[in-house]
Antibody, heavy 121, light 110 residues
């Protein structure tokens, strides 16, 4: 079965850290750009970051840039998002998504079920 | 404020057709493919349209996409109550070097 499974979400205080993981199964993981997309409660989708198949290129949205780090371990089919200096506005469901690329265009053809990150004092 | 502009909501009766628009600029829609996603409450988004007008297996041809200039459109014909969901457009923005989404459109099937 082709699937993505996120974990690592939870409650943390402002300024805290969390590390999200996403394990892929049923896909040739290192062939694909992997991405994190988040969705704040009651809000729309917000792209967070993308990482190329071999990990040589990373792209980040402005908001988490400098605070979040994305990495992958292709031997474990696992994607990570290290989130530091968390803010209340980082509260969201974080989705892992498998990306497909044509030219500059990137779209997401497989999504995980999401993991909830809550930043609150 | 989203880079891509969608109407917050649309509605139509069962069996009718609805169109959801997505407006951008030359740095995004104008020079890149558009994708569309369907999301039901409490669930993950699902790819509905990619490369402007292609459908993944599993979605009926009642769903179709198109692009013209800096705008894209999602058409849903033969509306069913099960189509009630949020719909998002997305693409890549060359100026931002970022993936961008519309704010989402909630479809109500009356």
């Amino acid at each position: 079965e082709v699937r993505l499974l996120e974990s690592g979400g939870g409650l943390t205080q402002p300024g805290g850290s969390l590390r999200l993981s996403c394990v892929a199964s049923g896909v040739t993981f290192n062939n694909y750009v992997m991405t994190w997309v988040r969705q704040a409660p009651g809000k729309g989708l917000e792209w967070v970051s993308s990482l190329s198949g071999r990990g040589e290129a990373t792209y980040f949205a402005d908001s988490p840039k400098g605070r979040f780090t994305m990495s992958r371990d292709n031997s474990k089919n696992t994607l990570y998002l290290q989130m530091n200096s968390l803010r209340t506005e980082d509260t969201a469901v974080y989705y892992c998504a498998k990306g497909r690329r044509v030219g500059a265009t990137l779209w997401f053809d497989l999504w995980g079920q999401g993991t909830l990150v809550t930043v609150s004092s | 404020q989203s880079v891509l502009t969608q109407p917050p909501s649309v509605s139509a009766a069962p069996g009718r057709k609805v169109t959801i628009s997505c407006s951008g600029s030359s740095s995004n829609i104008g020079n890149n493919y558009v994708s569309w996603y369907q999301q039901f409450p409490g669930t993950a988004p699902k790819l509905l349209i990619f490369e402007n007008n292609k459908r993944p297996s599993g979605f009926p041809d009642r769903f179709s996409g198109s692009k013209s200039g800096t705008s894209a459109t999602l058409d849903i014909t033969g509306l069913q109550t099960g189509d009630e969901a949020d719909y998002y457009c997305g693409t890549w923005d060359n100026s931002l070097s970022a993936a961008v989404f519309g704010g989402g459109t909630h479809l109500t099937v009356l």
